[in-house]
């Protein structure tokens, strides 16, 4: 059963609107969580991540909401570019195993 | 550029040869993982290693044999795979294997079973 789930494999947005991706989790003792993306034929790279006992975290064009009693967490693109086209993996970990676990990725294209 | 290299970038292997994946990084890490994609699915992690030690083998068939010769590279041995082991084969380092401690990801090896 997936602990980490990214219910959208695909989301197309204008450019130079809000894009929105959204993660959803089960997994109660999860207390840190980071946004990846990944460009074809390129490793995932590292976007932004939030920790547990925070709500927001923002880094430029992009922000990250956690809600914890939702089990849900967003991340927010604005104003969105093409160069943003790309999928988008959230993870999450915990602080007994170190792992990460993945979702299965939301693939965003920004239209110009 | 992450600083993390992976070689080869493709491989086709048939499920009688023997292969190596080779991932090499440059960032000082004590951490290193291998990591499976397959199509649709969310990435799965196979080892990891810290300070040179395995320290998590998530139940990964022993058709893979990891070796880590020292913090800077690390390898997957391949021995009579299945093609349903074709995937893409991510390998990444953390500075530590701690919390808060982001993975960086190298390019991948494409892997191709026939």
């Known amino acids: 059963d997936q602990q980490v789930k990214q219910n959208s494999p695909s989301l197309s947005v204008q450019e130079g609107r809000i894009s929105i991706l959204n993660c959803d989790y089960t997994?109660?003792?999860?207390?840190?969580f980071l946004w990846y993306k990944k460009y074809p034929a390129e490793g995932p790279t590292f976007l932004i991540s939030i920790s547990s006992i925070k709500d927001k975290n923002e880094d430029g064009r992009f922000t990250v909401f956690l809600n914890k009693s939702a089990k849900h967490l967003s991340l927010h693109i604005v104003p969105s570019q093409p160069g943003d086209s790309a999928v988008y993996f959230c993870?999450?970990?915990?602080?007994?195993?170190?792992?990460?676990?993945f979702g299965t990725g939301t693939r965003l294209k920004v239209l110009a | 550029e992450t600083g993390v290299t992976q070689t080869p970038r493709h491989l086709v292997m048939g499920m009688t040869n023997k292969k190596s994946l080779k991932c090499e990084q440059h960032?000082?890490?004590?951490?290193m993982y291998w990591y499976k994609q397959s199509a649709k699915k969310p990435l799965e992690l196979m080892f990891v290693y810290s300070l040179e030690e395995r320290v998590e083998n998530n139940s990964v068939p022993s058709r893979f044999s990891p070796e880590c010769p020292n913090s800077s590279h690390l390898f997957l041995h391949l021995h009579t795979l299945q093609p349903e082991d074709s995937a893409l084969y991510l390998c990444a380092s953390s500075r530590e294997r701690a919390l808060y401690n982001e993975q960086f990801f190298g390019p991948g090896t494409r892997l191709t079973v026939l």
């Open positions: 960032l000082g890490h004590n951490a």
């Open positions: 993870a999450a970990s915990d602080a007994g195993t170190y792992k990460y676990i």
């Open positions: 997994n109660s003792m999860f207390d840190y």
